[in-house]
């Protein structure tokens, strides 16, 4: 039997982009033996969807750590093919790793090479999909994400998703919590609940907004990438900054108002869907009014 690895070890927003190319390698593939190998946060995920037939965890060990490096080195070998999703540095180095087999990537000797020197002025998801038609795969359809839209918690509807945190190395990236609080209350004053969601380090943000708007309810740390996936495809509108959340919510159809401060670029990362951005250098000049005007 064939046997396919797709490396994709994160961010969340990158992780989730990889959704079509996944589906799109596992359509190419459908007799092979595919294999995921990413990191532990998406494991659970990956192992529910449909495109894979295995799910390997990299632990990224540090490259003196030689013990993890030669149990990572067995994990990469006795592949017929490697589509590299991450083309980072660290996921091109595991070419010679694995033994240099047919390689689609950014890797030195790669045997399908993602030969565009422009690559990194491209959006994720068109970098991907010119990668991929380059190793052969010519199309990259929107992905069936039915198997996820049951999961979550059932809540009462009308309810709008707000996402207030972003990666804590990034405050930068985040709209100040007293304003999604006050976007929640006017939520909640046209009869639709706010729901706040993300990792249990946002739980101090959801304080700050359920103080300001009591009605609103608080899911932060309670909810799995599948909960929160099927939450956003029953959602009526998500409004949030540039985090991985967002990215999840717009792929299941979600209508999204998504944040972006000066420090990220929108043409290279913004989520793909029913998608509003809103860009201010500083995000603490955006009002609350201008976001809500684009929920109207």
């Known amino acids: 039997m064939t046997r396919i690895l797709v490396i994709k070890l994160g961010a969340l927003g990158d992780f989730v982009l990889a959704f079509g190319p996944f589906a799109a390698i596992r359509a190419q593939h459908p007799a092979a033996e595919v294999t995921l190998l990413t990191t532990a946060p998406f494991a659970d995920l990956a192992r529910a969807s449909p495109w894979f037939d295995q799910v390997l965890i990299d632990t990224r060990p540090r490259w003196w750590d030689l013990p993890a490096l030669v149990r990572l080195r067995r994990t990469l070998q006795g592949f017929d093919f490697v ?3 991450q083309t980072s540095c660290r996921s091109s180095h595991y070419h010679r790793m ?47 994400l039915a198997w996820l839209l049951g999961a979550g918690p059932m809540l009462p509807t009308p309810y709008a998703l707000l996402v207030p945190g972003a990666a804590p190395h990034r405050p930068a990236k985040r709209w100040p919590a007293a304003r999604f609080g006050a976007l929640a209350r006017m939520l909640d004053a046209q009869g639709m609940r706010p729901v706040v969601a993300g990792a249990g380090t946002d739980r101090p943000l959801a304080a700050e907004i359920t103080a300001t708007c009591p009605a609103a309810l608080d899911l932060t740390g309670r909810t799995s990438l599948m909960d929160l996936a099927g939450l956003s495809a029953r959602a009526v509108l998500a409004v949030g900054n540039d985090t991985g959340p967002m990215h999840l919510a717009a792929a299941m159809g979600c209508r999204c108002v998504v944040l972006f401060s000066g420090r990220s670029d929108p043409a290279l990362t913004a989520p793909r869907g029913h998608v509003t951005v809103l860009r201010e250098t500083d995000l603490a000049d955006l009002p609350m009014e201008r976001v809500a005007a684009a929920l109207a």
Do not use: C, F, K
């Open 83 to 85: 589509y590299d999703l």
């Open 98 to 144: 694995a033994g240099r087999p047919p390689w689609s990537g950014i890797a030195r000797g790669a045997s399908h090479p993602h030969a565009n020197p422009g690559r990194d002025g491209m959006h994720t998801l068109d970098r991907q999909r010119e990668q991929l038609a380059m190793a052969g795969i010519p199309a990259v359809p929107l992905p069936d």
